[in-house]
């Protein structure tokens, strides 16, 4: 859900970014639940095909940022590939630090040259 709702206001907003979506206790080869499709529905964003799949190392190795439901998350993250804790967040502390952005989006994408 998390993955389309943010891919959704990527490609709304323009922003050049790549989404991928695992979990530390995922279901493996699910789809989405209809409660998370009504709640997707419910926010505003259109729920699209998905199928679940395990966080991995390598998937971690190829991520620049990684953002997490909960300390949990983070914490299985760092135990997975301890590196990958300089570049994981909760999805509340990426919106604290984050947060000046609002006031100034230019700060969070300027076109190349």
């Known amino acids: 859900m ?3 709702m943010l891919i959704q206001k990527a490609e709304k907003n323009k922003l050049p970014i790549t989404v991928v ?4 206790m995922a279901m493996t080869g699910d ?3 209809p409660q998370s499709a009504d709640a997707m529905t419910k926010r505003g964003f259109t729920p699209t095909k998905h199928i679940s799949q395990d966080l991995t190392p390598k998937l971690l190795e190829e991520a620049d940022l990684v953002l997490t439901a909960t300390l949990d998350h983070r914490g299985a993250i760092a135990r997975m590939l301890p590196k990958a804790s300089k570049y994981s967040l909760t999805i ?3 919106a604290r630090l984050t947060s000046f952005l609002r006031a100034d989006p230019c700060l969070l994408y300027t076109s190349p040259s």
Not at 21 to 24: E, F, L, P, R
């Open 21 to 24: 979506s695992a979990g530390v």
């Open 92 to 94: 509340d502390e990426f």
């Open 2 to 4: 998390a993955e389309q």
């Open 31 to 33: 789809p989405m639940t």
